[in-house]
């Protein structure tokens, strides 16, 4: 009734005029049914969200009280929260500025191979992997044991090529004989020898199986005379395997130990010779001046294998996992940097190459800052993915270093759902995330719309 | 002089890029050699081990794996998340794309701004919400609502993406379809589909990408009954280093499918990804 009441009340229109709002009617309701799913998602699943973590962030952990700013307060002041802020600041620091830097290297070097097709694909494909499968990976590779992860295996083979290793890491002196113990694990005799003696050096603590390939039984070099003006010895394991020898005396079936570094020492603890064990353990210093000398086993022979670096301890877990990151994304920075480098006019690069410049120089006064727009861009796409990093942290970390690998996002999980069940602090953790991806919101609409004009 | 002083910097060059390519590839080397030797193995020894004594690998981990009917459960859910979720948001972002690019409807401008407003919106902040929402939908644990959650939040860039290749195609074209008397579902259909072909793989690429090897959205969405793989492994995470004969073959398993999209399609894989960083 209304309907025609208000249509009678209009002045008549012609039947064109009238088809032609009809129509025009008809496409917009067909156009909001183009639209309408899209926004139905949109609207219940992100927009409504993101005003009720808004609204849910000045309550209490259980939703009923009303706190004002307390969870906000309590976020800049929490240890653990606090802790998860630094981190974020770090990863935003640093992750970002490798990652440019790293592809953009790449992307020039790669640009001076044929198979640059292939260096590319390479790289990129991490990016296919899953976190969680990067992580599982990484986790593998940073094992603490350098017998299973990669890392250490790779630190301790170059650490042991540049230092050498010790060869007796678990010997000991035999207590109650003439070595004592020096405070930096050496052991030295009394300082009471001249040319001329012969002194027996009885260790324990090295399992049989342990002795170096080779190794002799001690008893006859012990029991040759050392020639005037040299002073000799042996060293031994005191052990006679299956029992029967007696402690301090080089037994019959008791072994030298080779290749232990030995020197001979002043009173004043000044080393004046040193020379290695032979097979049967027994060693010689010939030309020494008269006076009277002490023994030593440097701590060098005892020193502890290198174990390689703790990756996932709470000092270097943070870099560690940045480490994994690096392997995922560094493909991604080098393809788009890659592609503004193939945009660069390639008549200033001659130019300049006509003038005489180097590479270095090319790359420094001309590359890089034409190059300026794009590595822009591919820094604050890597700062946006940065910030809000949680698999691999998640995934990497092992339970207790949780805490101190935590950043915004792991600490907002941990706090909401993952035994914390604060979902006002949670809440107000992901408001604060929010809150770092509005300048990148800002940038995107502007470039939007300066790009529609 | 120069020619060999540039000669000896491109061997320079191809040396210092062949440490890198390596560098690249010893992670993946080193878990498919630790996805093929026994918990044994792992357990004493590293996976280049397994060069010197190549009879420690055997497929034994995977048919294990394949017999685990919590591994297999979680990769047919992998698929039964992933496909929906890449399908639906083509298609309604495909809908809505040609709307914003060539249909007339109040609030057009604005309601655009917003979506490219959301495109940087974290995830972290739509979980708590509406995983409420979700529980008293009834949609909290199940397929549907793990699929519903990506297909929202992979919305705007989907959106954003297609409106402005849609935009590109030549206003005669489309001119021409709607005098033949074309509806404009069928000019959706006959045209502008077809021609959004490139932009509609790269994003379908990028979102099933996104999709398959998300853990976070799963992690809080789906139960046990509907985990996908990346959930199923992690819930094994906390006894890492004791089984390395269930994570290493599992992970293998579940990058294999991206690895192969990857390579099957990677120009549109590495456009969708470029296309979509700004996630």
Redesign the interface.
């Known amino acids: 009734m209304t309907a025609t009441l208000v249509k009678n009340a209009r002045p008549p229109l012609s039947g064109q005029a009238e088809r032609a709002r009809q129509s025009r009617r008809r496409s917009r309701i067909i156009a909001l049914l183009f639209v309408f799913p899209a926004l139905l998602l949109l609207g219940a699943l992100v927009v409504y969200p993101v005003l009720f973590s808004i609204g849910r962030s000045f309550f209490d952990a259980s939703g009923s009280r009303f706190v004002g700013g307390d969870n906000y307060t309590e976020m800049f002041s929490d240890p653990a929260t606090l802790k998860a802020i630094r981190n974020t600041v770090i990863w935003v620091l640093v992750a970002p500025t490798l990652l440019t830097g790293l592809g953009l290297i790449l992307a020039v070097l790669v640009e001076k191979v044929r198979w640059a097709t292939a260096f590319k694909l390479l790289l990129f494909l991490p990016m296919a992997v899953s976190f969680l499968a990067a992580g599982i990976i990484f986790r593998l590779a940073y094992d603490e044991d350098p017998h299973k992860g990669v890392l250490n295996a790779a630190a301790v083979t170059v650490h042991n090529a540049f230092k050498g290793t010790a060869e007796y890491p678990t010997a000991r002196a035999r207590t109650g004989q003439d070595l004592t113990a020096g405070e930096d694990g050496s052991y030295r005799t009394a300082v009471n020898l001249g040319p001329g003696d012969t002194v027996t050096l009885p260790l324990v603590g090295v399992a049989p199986k342990d002795l170096p390939g080779g190794a002799r039984p001690a008893y006859p070099a012990a029991h040759r005379r050392a020639a005037a003006g040299d002073l000799r010895g042996v060293v031994y394991l005191d052990f006679t395997p299956g029992g029967g020898g007696s402690p301090g005396v080089v037994d019959r079936k008791e072994s030298g130990l080779p290749r232990m570094k030995v020197e001979a020492v002043r009173a004043d603890g000044k080393a004046v010779a040193s020379t290695t064990s032979a097979a049967d353990g027994s060693f010689r210093f010939t030309g020494l001046a008269a006076g009277s000398y002490g023994v030593e086993l440097p701590a060098s022979n005892f020193a502890q294998p290198y174990q390689g670096v703790s990756w996932l301890g709470p000092a270097l877990v943070t870099p560690a996992i940045i480490g994994a990151y690096l392997w995922i994304w560094t493909g991604f920075a080098m393809v788009l940097i890659g592609a503004g480098l193939a945009a660069l006019p390639r008549d200033a690069l001659e130019a300049a190459r006509m003038d005489g410049a180097n590479e270095w120089q090319i790359f420094r006064r001309i590359t890089v800052p034409l190059l300026a727009p794009v590595l822009t861009v591919v820094f604050v796409t890597l700062v946006i993915n940065v910030m809000k990093v949680f698999d691999l942290v998640y995934i990497i970390a092992p339970g207790q270093v949780q805490e101190d690998a935590a950043v915004l996002a792991t600490r907002m999980w941990l706090v909401s759902f993952g035994g914390g069940n604060n979902q006002g602090l949670g809440s107000a953790i992901g408001v604060l995330l929010l809150v770092l991806v509005i300048p990148a919101m800002a940038f995107n609409v502007r470039r939007f719309r300066r790009s529609q004009r | 002089m120069n020619a060999i002083r540039r000669g000896l910097?491109?061997a320079v060059?191809?040396v210092?890029?062949v440490v890198?390519?390596l560098v690249?590839?010893?992670?993946?080397a080193?878990?498919l050699l630790?996805s093929l030797r026994s918990s044994q193995d792992?357990?004493?020894?590293?996976?280049?081990k397994a060069f010197a004594s190549p009879g420690q690998l055997s497929f034994d981990n995977y048919s294990a794996l394949l017999k685990n009917s919590g591994m297999t459960q979680a990769f047919w859910n992998t698929v039964l998340i992933s496909v929906p979720a890449t399908t639906l948001v083509v298609v309604?972002?495909a809908?809505?794309g040609?709307?914003?690019a060539w249909?007339?409807?109040?609030g057009r401008e604005p309601?655009f701004?917003?979506?490219?407003?959301?495109?940087?919106?974290?995830?972290?902040?739509?979980?708590?919400?509406?995983a409420k929402?979700f529980g008293q939908l009834g949609l909290f644990g199940t397929i549907p609502g793990v699929v519903?959650?990506h297909?929202?939040?992979g919305?705007?860039f989907a959106?954003f993406l297609l409106r402005n290749y849609f935009a590109e195609i030549p206003k005669e074209m489309l001119e021409a379809a709607r005098m033949d008397g074309g509806s404009?579902?069928r000019i959706?259909t006959r045209l502008v589909l077809p021609v959004g072909r490139p932009a509609i793989a790269s994003l379908a690429i990028f979102q099933f990408?996104w999709v398959?090897?998300?853990?976070?959205v799963a992690l809080?969405f789906a139960d046990p009954s509907s985990q996908p793989l990346?959930v199923e492994?992690?819930s094994q995470?906390?006894q890492?280093?004791s089984n390395?004969d269930v994570?290493?073959p599992g992970?293998?398993l579940?990058?294999v499918v991206?690895?192969v999209?990857?390579f099957a399609f990677?120009r549109h894989?590495?456009q969708g990804?470029?296309a979509g960083?700004?996630?």
């Open positions: 910097s491109s060059v191809q210092f890029l890198v390519g690249w590839l010893t992670p993946l080193g878990l630790s792992s357990a004493s020894s590293g996976w280049w309604v972002a809908l809505a040609y709307a914003f249909l007339d409807f109040p309601v701004l917003l979506v490219v407003a959301l495109l940087v919106v974290p995830v972290q902040i739509g979980l708590l919400p509406v929402l519903l959650f297909v929202a939040y919305l705007p959106v404009e579902w959706f990408l398959w090897n998300d853990m976070l809080l990346t492994l992690q995470i906390r890492f280093g390395i994570l290493a992970a293998f579940s990058l991206p690895v999209v990857f990677q894989f590495v990804v470029m960083s700004v996630k």
